[in-house]
């Protein structure tokens, strides 16, 4: 089971992919498959993103939180787009409860950093609503065409990679456009590894306080090197 920031992101992200697919991609074979006439049913993700729908777990307590329960019931008394609407946002918050039960034994900065991480990503609910483009394919063996995992886990085409990577790169320059690192005053860059001082919250450049991810991982909780000068009033 997944034990590490690292793994418990790529167990979410494999979970986050495969109930895209089903919202979107593979929109009419879910909706088909959510008979208001069957039982309760849960729409699960997968870590090998695939999607299933199926009865939930019978074990109490299960070995995983369990999805939304009967998300079928309501599918014919609702406008479609706005029962998938309620389906996704229902999917965000089982997606953030399997990440964090996964994460109850990190410490602070390794939860604060995982969800920094989760927190990069669109949410089901906002590319659902089409709030946020989709930017993922089905599969690398379904799309028949070259493909490219990208940083966060995900399956882009090589022919519409350039087009979503600029929208990424124009939503994050907005989300994080005034984050300057404490110690060189760079601004901030996805593509580097950077940390934040539990005590200032000011965020750093790993490589400015010689913090690397690995030792990261054995922090409790990070100190700056200013907050480490800075003596306690007598």
């Given at each position: 089971m997944a034990s590490t920031v690292e793994e418990i992101f790529k167990d979410y992200s494999g979970r986050r992919s495969a109930i895209l697919r089903a919202l979107t991609y593979d929109v009419d074979e879910f909706y088909g498959i959510c008979d208001p006439e069957k039982e309760n049913l849960c729409l699960y993700g997968h870590p090998n993103e695939r999607w299933e729908v199926s009865l939930p777990a019978e074990e ?175």
């Amino acid at each position: 089971m997944a034990s590490t920031v690292e793994e418990i992101f790529k167990d979410y992200s494999g979970r986050r992919s495969a109930i895209l697919r089903a919202l979107t991609y593979d929109v009419d074979e879910f909706y088909g498959i959510c008979d208001p006439e069957k039982e309760n049913l849960c729409l699960y993700g997968h870590p090998n993103e695939r999607w299933e729908v199926s009865l939930p777990a019978e074990e109490v307590p299960p070995e995983l939180p369990e999805p939304a329960l009967g998300i079928n019931f309501a599918r014919d008394g609702m406008n479609r787009k706005d029962w998938l609407s309620l389906v996704a946002v229902h999917s965000d918050c089982w997606l953030l409860s399997v990440a964090f039960y996964l994460g109850a034994r990190l410490n602070s900065f390794e939860r604060k950093r995982l969800f920094s991480m989760i927190n990069e990503m669109a949410t089901v609910f906002e590319v659902v609503s089409e709030r946020k483009p989709v930017k993922e394919k089905a599969s690398a063996a379904e799309s028949g065409s070259k493909t490219k995992r990208s940083s966060d886990g995900q399956i882009k085409s090589m022919e519409k990679a350039s087009a979503a990577a600029a929208v990424a790169d124009e939503d994050e320059e907005d989300e994080h456009g005034d984050t300057q690192c404490g110690s060189c005053g760079g601004n901030y860059n996805a593509d580097e590894f950077w940390i934040g001082c539990d005590i200032c919250e000011r965020w750093y450049h790993g490589k400015c306080v010689k913090i690397t991810p690995a030792k990261a991982e054995s922090i409790k909780q990070y100190k700056c090197p200013s907050c480490t000068l800075k003596r306690p009033r007598p």
